[in-house]
Nanobody, 120 residues
C-alpha cells in the first residue's frame, strides 16, 4: 500500500557531507511525522531526526548542529542533510513515515535502509 524509497547513502570521508532522500508513494491521504533512524552493527535502532507535517523538528543530541531534516509535503519526500560526518555516524539509515491511507487505518511504514559509511 505504501512504499518508502531511500537514496543518497554511500562512502564519505570524515568531515564530509551526504544528503539522504526518502520518497513515499502509494495510496496516501496524508503523512504526519516523517523521520530518519539509524542502526549501527551490534546496536539498537535509534532516532536521528524527525519532522512533523507542520515543520517542527526533533534531533538526537549526537547530530544537533550537524544534520538538518526537511520535507516536501507536495512530493511526500523527506530529506536529511548530513554535514561534518564522523566515523560514529556509520550505520544503516532508515526512513520512517506515519501515514494516513485513502482507505484503511494507515500506520507506520519503513524504508529498506541505505548504508552510510564514514571512513578515511
Amino acid at each position: 500500500q505504501v512504499q518508502l524509497v531511500e537514496s543518497g547513502g554511500g562512502l564519505v570521508q570524515p568531515g564530509g557531507s551526504l544528503r539522504l532522500s526518502c520518497a513515499a508513494s502509494g495510496s496516501i491521504f496524508s503523512i504526519n511525522t516523517m523521520g530518519w533512524y539509524r542502526q549501527a552493527p551490534g546496536k539498537q535502532r535509534e532516532l536521528v531526526a524527525a519532522i512533523t507535517s507542520g515543520g517542527s523538528t526533533n534531533y538526537a543530541d549526537s547530530v544537533k548542529g550537524r544534520f538538518t531534516i526537511s520535507r516536501d509535503n507536495a512530493k511526500n519526500t523527506v530529506y536529511l542533510q548530513m554535514n561534518s560526518l564522523k566515523p560514529e555516524d556509520t550505520a544503516v539509515y532508515y526512513c520512517n513515515a506515519d501515514v494516513r491511507l485513502r482507505i484503511g487505518p494507515g500506520g507506520d511504514y519503513w524504508g529498506q535502509g541505505t548504508q552510510v559509511t564514514v571512513s578515511s
